[in-house]
């Protein structure tokens, strides 16, 4: 019944107004499935590789649609990910394209569930999942690579750890972000937003752990329940190699100066989450970091560990970090991805299921997020393309699918 009968692929366009690749997958029996790929901005180097999207689409055609169609049964995920390995033929899926490999493995798994009349988080996680839910993280300020002329540090995120239910959850991270634009406008900050939707206001990072710490405090005090902070450094962005430091705007951190203030800033802000905080080659320093403050709070790799086995089996190897940004289109096929948070879960590393910056309204993260009662999901606060993750845990948790 879910044998694949049809992959056809095309260009959107995705939230940053940039070109990516939507596939569908039919099946046999009429199952349908539509996925696309999102794209990053902030990219580690040991990531799958994204191709142009005509190229990718072109590349996907040729090689990958024969073998799949007629061939291959989408309610088996592991054989379509192992045909689009084998018909891209490199590690990194430079042939392919991540962007149309994970297009399709996503399109696949969708189609699966449709044929079974399942969720896909059902269809991935099985019967018993749906009854536990990741704890959102809101970008609420931001900068890096996402926003011109705005904080160092890449994301400010709220992270609502007492919410009684996803929906509480998710609202008051939106609760954040309005709050967040309220003590901005009483400093008289001006803000844009980012790619990701959080405020790009041009203040400093100290400025910044100022207004989410009184916008979470604010929000805490409606809610009645916690509200912690999170952050992404993407400390790979700020490291300069030559010089063996970390750049900020104002001044510049050695390796040592840059774990002993991530630790600071554990302390100081009762950080619950701490992405990226070092460069992605520098396990040593992870383990570090990890040793200081891993009883304290999540330290998580993502251009680090790239979703990539081999990778995050060397971290647990060395102790560096105990937990794990999960993006499917850094590795490229949905079973990867699974992978990659298995080994995870076996060792105690905490996997936390991501959107990219570049993103559009498709779900599947959400799903895969629930289907591996990952601890978290990073996929913003407000914006469409971020909503539409957001909305879709509402359902789930509402059992609406
Ligand atoms: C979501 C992120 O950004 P990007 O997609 O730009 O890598 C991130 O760094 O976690
Ligand atoms: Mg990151």
Same mark, same amino acid.
């Given at each position: ?12 366009l ?10 569908d997958?039919?099946t ?6 539509r996925?696309? $790929?999102p794209s990053g901005a902030?990219?580690?180097?040991y990531?799958?590789?994204?191709r142009? +999207?005509g190229? *990718?689409?072109?590349? $996907?055609?040729? &090689?990958?649609v024969? &073998?799949?169609v ?5 309610? %088996? ?5 192992a045909?689009?390995?084998? *018909?891209?033929? +490199? ?7 991540? =962007? ?5 493995s ?5 189609a ?12 991935l996680?099985? /019967? ?5 839910f990741?704890?959102?993280?809101? %970008?609420?300020?931001?900068?890096g690579?996402?926003?011109?002329d705005?904080?160092?540090i ?7 750890v ?6 509480d959850?998710?609202?008051?991270? *939106?609760?954040?972000?309005a709050a967040?634009? @309220?003590?901005?406008?009483? &400093?008289g ?16 990072d100290a !400025? ?8 979470v405090?604010?929000?805490? =005090? ?15 962005e700020?490291?300069?190699a030559?010089?063996? !430091?970390y750049v ?6 050695? /390796? ?6 991530? $630790?600071?800033?554990v302390?100081?802000?009762d ?6 905080p070092? @460069?992605e080659?520098d396990y ?14 999540l330290?998580?790799?993502? @251009? ?7 990778r995050?089996?060397?971290g647990?190897?060395?102790? #560096? #970090? =105990? ?5 499917? =289109?850094?590795i490229g096929?949905?079973?990867?991805a699974?992978?990659?948070? !298995? ?7 905490e996997?936390v ?6 993103? +559009?309204?498709?779900?599947?993260i959400a799903?895969?997020?629930?289907? /591996? @009662? $990952?601890?978290?999901?990073k /996929? ?5 393309e971020?909503?539409?993750?957001? %909305?879709?845990?509402?359902?789930? !948790?509402?059992?609406?699918?």
């Amino acid at each position: 019944m879910t044998l694949i009968t049809d992959v056809r692929l095309r260009e959107i366009l995705d939230s940053r107004g940039n070109p990516t690749v939507e596939a569908d997958v039919v099946t046999e029996s009429g199952g349908f499935g539509r996925a696309a $790929a999102p794209s990053g901005a902030s990219t580690g180097e040991y990531e799958a590789v994204e191709r142009p +999207t005509g190229e *990718a689409i072109a590349a $996907a055609r040729e &090689r990958a649609v024969p &073998r799949l169609v007629g061939e291959a049964y989408a309610g %088996n995920q592991r054989e379509v990910d192992a045909i689009l390995r084998a *018909a891209d033929g +490199t590690d990194t899926f430079s042939e392919l394209g991540a =962007n149309s490999a994970v297009a399709i493995s996503m399109a696949a798994a969708k189609a699966g569930a449709d044929v079974l009349g399942a969720p896909l988080f059902q269809h991935l996680g099985g /019967t018993f999942r749906g009854e536990t839910f990741p704890t959102p993280l809101g %970008n609420v300020v931001g900068g890096g690579e996402h926003a011109a002329d705005a904080t160092d540090i890449q994301e400010f995120l709220a992270a609502p750890v007492g919410a009684p239910s996803v929906q509480d959850a998710v609202f008051a991270n *939106a609760a954040v972000h309005a709050a967040v634009a @309220d003590i901005l406008d009483e &400093r008289g900050e001006p803000a844009g937003k980012g790619d990701e939707g959080a405020w790009a206001p041009s203040i400093t990072d100290a !400025e910044a752990f100022e207004v989410v710490d009184e916008a979470v405090n604010r929000v805490e =005090n409606e809610v009645g329940f916690e509200v912690g902070i999170g952050l992404d450094v993407a400390a790979a962005e700020l490291y300069d190699a030559d010089a063996g !430091e970390y750049v900020y705007s104002d001044r510049t951190r050695s /390796t040592d100066e840059q774990i002993a203030y991530v $630790a600071d800033l554990v302390s100081e802000y009762d950080l619950v989450y701490v992405e990226d905080p070092l @460069d992605e080659d520098d396990y040593e320093a992870y383990a570090d970091l990890t040793d200081r403050v891993g009883d304290q709070t999540l330290v998580c790799g993502d @251009d680090l560990f790239v979703t990539n086995v081999d990778r995050l089996r060397e971290g647990i190897d060395r102790g #560096a #970090a =105990n937990s794990i940004l999960i993006k499917p =289109n850094q590795i490229g096929t949905l079973s990867d991805a699974f992978d990659a948070i !298995e080994l995870a879960t076996e060792h105690g590393y905490e996997a936390v299921v991501s959107h990219r910056s570049g993103e +559009t309204e498709d779900t599947t993260i959400a799903h895969l997020a629930v289907a /591996t @009662d $990952a601890a978290f999901i990073k /996929t913003g606060a407000v914006g469409g393309e971020r909503t539409a993750k957001l %909305n879709e845990l509402i359902r789930i !948790e509402d059992d609406a699918i």
